[in-house]
């Protein structure tokens, strides 16, 4: 813990030079002392502190200054700083004005001037003043702080980005913790914008992008050079695998993702199916362990980057970034992967992202202890997200449309499930309607077969139902079937006949798609299985075909 802080605050600077002086002389060993000479900058002073998060364990304030005076500032300060001791410094005419304060602002001791001799008069209160504080006073936390409401979808992103990239971060619950809302209303001047994330450097961000906030934190944002051999849209399972593979045998790699790096599998509480893990791995923990791997390899990874645009010229492929820079390269790999089909109910937008979640949302699961929750969909990834839910909340329900699990989910699955307690299946159902206030409140199931609608109470919906192409960003280059997915190989030779355009006298490589040197890898490609293994494959495959692929160029 850094230097606890005494702080005091006079407007006569004899006063304020004096009772420094006899503060440094027996405090400063294990105490920072601090000076201002007016209520407005103390204020400003302890804000700073806040933002900082430095603990302050004593105000000492003279009660007559213009502006602002001793009772004044002490009654702001301490809604930042509700455990610090208060001290008022008057003359004899303010003694009632420090009575007073005494049940306004609970005040701790009133102390008179003149203070001489400090051993007597000044020391022996202040000593027992911090040694109460000190018994009583949490260790601040000195990382990243995060502000704001469980239900504000700007503040999930946030902190699902912080703990996708493994970047630790207390979680203030502006609504629930006087102090964290004292913080965010002195940095905000009265208009709070949420969420507001504090650093440990005093700075402050006001619901940044990600990109901002990547960059605050550290994270590579910015390209290293405008032309590789190998680009590679999107870092889930496919493209890391890529990454790891490209850059291994000396191809001039980047990854280009415009979330966090990991993918869905990112998002997974345990991943049980992957070669190699016999326990088990959690999304993140695979995700840190893949993304160190391709950066030791030298592998460049981009994250927060949207890729917008993709063009052809010739034998080089140009991608541009949400910031309108470009980059190009030899041979590309698409692996943009897929998203959680939107749930389409009246009214549900308004709850998404606070209440309302596609996939696991893992860092909000903490936050439904002892709640109702609902899980809606039927694959594995429903059934992971309502094992994992189950560990916090008290009831979970897992809605699905069809009569059972068994064609949808993996037996290991099933089976946990069955035995989980605190979880239920409710089959043949539908979610109808939704209602809530500022956060959702209830949702309307409605059994397919009877027609029977129910109201329920809840606290959360977290929802996993299909999957829709990542592949907006493509269409018009690359060849897609019906439902947006990518052709590949073989996929693309119809009636004997190579793509439109094709002009190589040779057909598509497996994974190559209607353009030369244009490759797909993992859940974004046509008819593939979505399974983490398998997207790592192709990933690694892609790279063997780039090679083939460069030979020719
Ligand atoms: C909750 C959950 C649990 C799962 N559990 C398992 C499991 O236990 N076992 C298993 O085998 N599989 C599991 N899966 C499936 C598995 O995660 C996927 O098959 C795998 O992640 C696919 O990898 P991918 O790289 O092809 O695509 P994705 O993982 O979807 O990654 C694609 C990436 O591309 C990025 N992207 C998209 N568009 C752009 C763009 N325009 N610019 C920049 N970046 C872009 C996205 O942000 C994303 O990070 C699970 C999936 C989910 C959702």
Not at 5 to 34: C, G, S, W
Not at 242 to 252: K, M, T
Not at 407 to 435: C, F, G, K, P, W
Not at 516 to 544: K, T
Request: net charge negative; charged share 25%.
């Amino acid at each position: 813990m850094a230097k606890p802080i005494i702080m005091t605050i006079d407007d006569e600077p004899h006063v304020l030079n004096a009772i420094a002086r006899d503060l440094q002389a027996h405090y400063q060993k294990d105490y920072r002392i601090v000076k201002a000479s007016s209520g407005t900058e103390a204020l400003e002073t302890v804000q700073e502190f806040k933002r900082r998060n430095d603990p302050i364990a004593l105000l000492l304030a003279d009660q007559r200054m213009p502006a602002m005076s001793g009772t004044e500032f002490l009654e702001e300060a301490i809604k930042l700083y509700p455990e610090t001791k208060r001290v008022l410094l008057t003359a004899y005419a303010d003694t009632d004005a420090a009575i007073a304060s005494i049940n306004a602002i609970g005040l701790d001791y009133y102390l008179m001037k003149p203070w001489d001799p400090p051993e007597e008069r000044l020391y022996p209160v202040l000593d027992d003043l911090l040694s109460d504080w000190l018994a009583s006073v949490r260790v601040p936390y000195d990382g990243i702080r995060v502000a704001g409401t469980l239900w504000s979808a700007s503040s999930h992103n946030v902190k699902e980005f912080l703990a996708r990239s493994q970047i630790p971060y207390q979680w203030l619950d502006i609504e629930k913790d006087i102090e964290a809302l004292g913080l965010v209303e002195a940095t905000s001047d009265g208009r709070p914008q949420l969420p507001m994330i504090f650093f440990p450097d005093g700075s402050a961000l006001v619901d940044p992008d990600l990109r901002t906030l990547a960059e605050k934190v550290g994270m590579s944002t910015k390209p290293r050079q405008p032309f590789y051999d190998l680009i590679i849209i999107g870092a889930g399972p496919a493209g890391l695998g890529g990454a790891v593979y490209g850059a291994s045998e000396g191809l001039r790699t980047v990854v280009i993702d415009k979330d966090a790096a990991g993918g869905q599998a990112g998002t997974s509480a345990r991943i049980e199916n992957y070669l190699g893990f016999p326990l088990g791995i959690s999304g993140a923990d695979l995700t840190r362990r893949a993304t160190t791997q391709a950066q030791r390899l030298g592998a460049e990874i981009l994250t927060a980057h949207e890729v917008t645009g993709l063009r052809v010229e010739g034998p080089y492929k140009f991608v541009t970034l949400q910031d309108g820079s470009e980059l190009s390269c030899h041979a590309l790999v698409i692996a943009t992967g897929v998203k959680v089909r939107e749930l389409r109910v009246p009214g549900i937008e308004d709850f998404v992202g606070g209440s309302v979640y596609y996939g696991a949302a893992t860092s909000e699961a903490v936050h439904y202890k002892d709640k109702k929750v609902v899980v809606i969909g039927g694959a594995n990834s429903a059934g992971q997200g309502a094992m994992f839910l189950s560990r916090f909340a008290s009831e979970v329900k897992v809605l699905i449309r069809k009569d059972s699990l068994q064609a949808s989910m993996s037996r290991y699955l099933i089976d946990q499930i069955e035995a989980t307690e605190n979880i239920s299946l409710v089959v043949n159902t539908e979610v109808t309607a939704v209602e809530g206030k500022d956060r959702l409140e209830a949702i309307t199931i409605t059994n397919s077969k009877s027609g029977e609608s129910k109201k329920e109470p809840v606290d959360a919906v977290f929802i996993f139902i299909g999957a829709v192409p990542h592949t907006g960003v493509v269409e018009g280059v690359v060849e897609l079937d019906e439902a947006g997915f990518i052709y590949t190989g073989q996929d693309l030779i119809r009636d004997g006949k190579r793509p439109k355009n094709w002009k190589l006298r040779r057909d598509p490589f497996l994974l190559e798609t209607s353009v030369p040197g244009i490759f797909a890898a993992g859940d974004v490609r046509h008819g593939v299985i979505r399974r983490v293994a398998s997207a790592v494959g192709q990933g690694a495959v892609a790279v063997s075909l780039v090679h083939k692929y460069l030979e020719t160029v």
